[in-house]
């Protein structure tokens, strides 16, 4: 075809914004702290076999894409070979335009496999389907090879605390990685107590992880405390909650609904709130004390689709946007824990775009006066991680908040060929600094905004997150550098 979609300066529309991206951005190393890769894939250094294993398999925002364009569910996640499923990606994506699939797909083939002189169509997916493929086949290709290419630093996992991290063991001394991969605390079954069969199935399990028995609330909060200890010596230092909304209510009579938890009755909406509140409270304590950061995303309505989580269950793509309140009680939460002094470092996310100056407006309050960017205004994510939902987030935090404190963005992602989403934030954040620049919204000083823009993607990441040193590394012997 002999299109260039994919060119240096794409997205960047003043000389500006070319300046600031390439001479400060373009470089900086990729601090990934969320994201949804396999730590066992990465252990294994994983060799995929086509490239609809490694780009369409559990790729949700590709399959919803799909069933919109009317593809049966066979060629989606069913058992149609895996060349017939590309097709049909491939005949989806010219449907794409203003998605940010559109981007994201023609980056991916950009930036990992140097395609750059075609779309994908139907009249190119035979061609780049082998091309591709034939390039999937070399050691470069594998799944560290693809993230070492990508200039990653550090890749941040998502791991139930019942985890064993035997595949972060096995990479932790790994000389060859090239990069570290760290345990991220995620016990978001910890507070799902709706059902008390499935959470007293998960109460068996944390207490075999924890080799504690469970019958109180009190054991319950032991055990967690203990692998939280654990995933602490194994490089921890995040934890991560994914909730519809923020849990603040009193806990008074947490204990007692606990235990008729634990006897198979299913509590009240009140009763239920109450003992999250309780245990969401402690995991911030928690938190804390151990100089972690939490991370906080908030809005997602999950597996709306009765059919759909029968046939394949969840994370199939039929997540959505919640409208939950969470102002007051996201401000009890952060207040509680201030009160005392023991509000950890925290980042908040929001999936409903009515909540941006929200949030970006509530950080502000709890910020201390010692920690530059304390409470951080996390990236737009998931359902807003498009070219307008970053413009967006970015002019809240910049009108509400200090933009220059920024921790910038996170890969939030099953798959290895997502690295690019790091590049697309950060030519869209040049884009708006040069377009400001442009316009004399603000100094004409490259070395100001270029600052700026290289603090935001990696410095502010590189000295907020305290990850301890990697093995072998000499200095500070807490493993910690702080703000």
Known sequence: MGISFIHDDFLLETPQARTLYHDFAEGCPIIDYHCHLSPEALAADRRFASLAEVWLAGDHYKWRAMRACGVDEMFITGDAPDRVKFAHWAATVPRTLRNPLY??????????????????????????????????????????????????????????????????????????????????????????????????????????????????????????????????????????????????????????????????????????????????????????????????????????????????????????????????????????????????????????????ELIAAMAGCFQDGVTTGKIQYGPAWWFLDTYDGITRQIDALSSFGILGAFVGMVTDSRSFLSYPRHEYFRRVLCNILGDDMARGLIPADMSLAGGMVRDICYGNAQRWFRFPPPAGARGNTKGEVRT
């Open 103 to 356: 981007h994201w797909t023609h980056l991916e083939l950009a930036r990992v496999f140097g395609i750059t002189d075609r779309l994908l169509g139907p009249s190119t997916a035979a061609a780049i389907w082998e091309e591709c493929n034939a390039k999937l086949s070399t050691p470069a290709f594998s799944a560290r090879g693809i993230v070492r290419s990508m200039n990653v630093e550090v890749v941040c996992t998502v791991d139930d605390p019942v985890d064993s991290l035997e595949f972060h063991a096995r990479m932790r001394d790994d000389a060859l990685m090239g990069f570290r991969v760290l345990p991220t605390f995620r016990p978001d079954r910890a507070i799902a107590v709706e059902q008390p069969a499935v959470f007293r199935e998960y109460c068996n399990a944390l207490a075999k992880a924890s080799g504690a028995s469970i019958r109180t609330l009190e054991d319950f909060i032991g055990a967690l405390r203990s692998r939280h200890e654990f995933f602490h010596a194994m490089g921890c230092r995040l934890s991560d909650h994914g909730l519809d909304t923020v849990y603040a209510a009193p806990g008074t009579g947490a204990d007692a609904v606990f235990g008729r938890l634990m006897r198979g009755e299913a509590p009240s909406p009140e009763e239920a709130a109450a003992v999250k509140s309780f245990i969401l409270r402690e995991l911030a304590l928690m938190d804390h004390e151990r100089g972690w950061a939490q991370q906080i995303h908030v809005g997602a309505l999950r597996n709306v689709r009765t059919a759909m989580m029968r046939l394949r269950g969840p994370d199939s793509g039929c997540d959505t946007i919640g409208d939950e309140p969470l102002a007051a009680p996201l401000a009890r939460f952060l207040d509680s824990l201030d009160r005392e002094g023991r509000l950890p470092r925290t980042i908040l996310f929001n999936l409903n775009p009515r909540d941006n």
